[in-house]
């Protein structure tokens, strides 16, 4: 276990980092949490006292190792910066100033290739690899790609925005955007995230819009942005696998003697943890039943969605949120469900399908969509569904069918003892990310 010091020692050793940035143990890495998912899964959360790079490690038995390198970003326009840096960060770094690099190093250390996404609130870069010895390879690398990226205009020009000799606007994110834009999904889910979170980062499309793509992003504001989020104070290595974290450390050594060095050159400004503001309150005065027209092959239907907010942070309490999820399921899901009857199963519908979902984000919501309603009977599906709610409640709890509760709840206990110990990768990141994001507590991690 690596040794923990004191804040004295640690303050008195960055100050000789300072004038000689060399790291000469492992001792300055502190054990935030640790527990075990199961009896054959511990995780441990480490957070270096020098840079503020975090690392959850998993020591998965399994000959993969997946690395999930998560920041949380923020933006605050829709000039597409989160996701403009994402395709940006893979054309090369201060020490490996080339293209696809990381993909030809990835082939070399057995990895199938790198990848990444951009969400509303994070951007996650991963990696995954047969065998510790290859990840190790490629982790500093990557990490040179994230925390030090070249960010040329050139690059900008090709990859993001620019006019091609046809006088046609081009660019691999400008053309992915012309997908997204103007579907119908897209459009419903930004309409209604200004109504429950206004004035916020969640109601931004972080991809950008085309517009704002053409007109008003730039190589400028890109690197800003990522002088901004882009640093280890803000960033989470979650890595599942046959890993020692002694050997891991050694490894990140370098990585971190680089951060330092670029401090004591250029002091950074204070790092703000994104998230933290306040979220505005929903305007209740206002009309909350509102339409918007989108572009469709089809004009005689169009889709309904009811939305919740629920009134508490979701580090609050996690146990009320999977109970509401529950909820959800046992009210749309299957063909006996309460909501597919009323709706769907009958000799008079009012949709083809009923579904539900969940925001997970700081104040969570929940929705209730219902899809291809007849335009001529689209202002009978709010009335309805409050009735038939209203029903559910005073009929009590006796009327419900505890079974099918019983079956869900069953099922998602077998589905995360399952994803624990044959997908521990794909069932630990979620965790991560929600709590690089919203934990305010050690034990956030765990529950």
Known sequence: EPKVQTEEAVVKKTEQLVNNPVILDTSHWKILS?????????VVKYQSALTGLTIVLARAESPIVNGYFCLATEAMNNDGLPHTLEHL???????YPYKEVLDLLANRCLADRTNAWTDTDHTCYTVYTAGPSGFMQILPVYLDHIL??????EDYLTEVHHVNGEGQDAGVVYSEMQGVEHSSANILYFELAKKLYPNSGYNVETGGYLQNLRNSTSIAKVRDYHKKYYRPE?????ITGRIDEQELFETLRKTEEKVLRKRAAQPAESFQRPWQTPLAKINLTEDLIFEIEYPSDDETTGSVVAAWRLPEYISENIEMLEAYKLIMKYLTTTQVSPFEVAFVENRD????????????IKEPALLIQFENVPIDRIDEVIPKMEKLLRRIVNDGPEKFDLERISNF???????????????PHLFLPDASVLDMLYGEKPEHLKT
């Open 34 to 42: 640790s527990f075990n998912l199961s009896s054959s899964l511990p």
């Open 349 to 360: 519908p009012l949709a083809t399908s009923v579904s539900s979902d969940t925001l997970e």
């Open 234 to 238: 803000n960033l989470v290595l979650t």
């Open 148 to 153: 030090y990226p070249t960010l040329r205009e």
């Open 409 to 423: 709840i069953d099922r998602v206990v077998i589905n995360n003892l399952k994803e624990m110990e044959n997908s």
């Open 89 to 95: 960060i893979f054309l090369g770094s201060e020490d």
